[in-house]
């Protein structure tokens, strides 16, 4: 109740309060209903895709779900979660594993937490990224998150002032290795 799959490509959650579960899927996971919880799921995508994307969402809540590509080269995945508009509030990002992605977390707001992000994919004039952040100022906690980028370049936790000044963020007790920069 609340999800179908599109014959368009792709998996739809739109209804409020919907629970997308035990799932295994070859296609993005839309969201655009709120208070919705994808757990225990299983996302294998390839190329210039989202994983999972939400949009215009609230009290999403994305946990103990691997989302990644086969391909850790030109066909890797390019975000494996990604809030699309940069307005979602109240994302939870919780336990997840996620590999073989230039971006490994897109969210602006929320809390990102417990995810292992490592094995990075990378498609020339990609920017590789563990968490990203692309400005705002409402509230975002990253923590206890295990970051690895095995690339020489970009970072394992970004915060950015692309659309607007960065406040309200908190990184603490991760653990982050490799990129240009760690952080």
Do not use: C
Not at 45 to 68: A, M, P, Q, W, Y
Not at 155 to 166: C, K, P, Q, R, Y
Request: proline content about 3%.
């Amino acid at each position: 109740k609340g999800w179908y799959y599109d014959p368009r490509g792709w998996i739809e959650v739109d209804g409020k309060g919907a629970v997308l579960q035990d799932v295994a899927t070859g296609h993005t996971i839309d969201i655009t209903g709120s208070d919705v919880t994808i757990k225990d799921v299983r996302v294998t995508l390839s190329g210039n895709n989202f994983g999972i994307d939400l949009r215009h969402t609230h009290n999403v809540t994305i946990e103990d779900s691997d989302i990644s590509s086969p391909y850790a080269g030109p066909k890797r995945l390019m975000v494996g979660i990604k809030d699309v508009f940069g307005d979602a509030t109240g994302t939870k990002v919780l336990q997840n594993n996620i590999w073989h992605t230039a971006t490994g977390v897109q969210v602006a707001a929320g809390l990102i937490a417990g995810n292992y992000i490592h094995d990075f994919g990378y498609r020339p004039g990609d920017h590789v990224n563990g968490v990203t952040v692309n400005g705002g100022t409402i509230p975002l906690t990253i923590e206890h998150n295990t970051i690895f980028v095995n690339l020489s370049q970009t970072d394992a936790i970004s915060l950015f002032e692309d659309f607007g000044v960065e406040a309200n963020k908190v990184i603490k007790d991760n653990l982050v290795a490799g990129g240009s920069y760690s952080i």
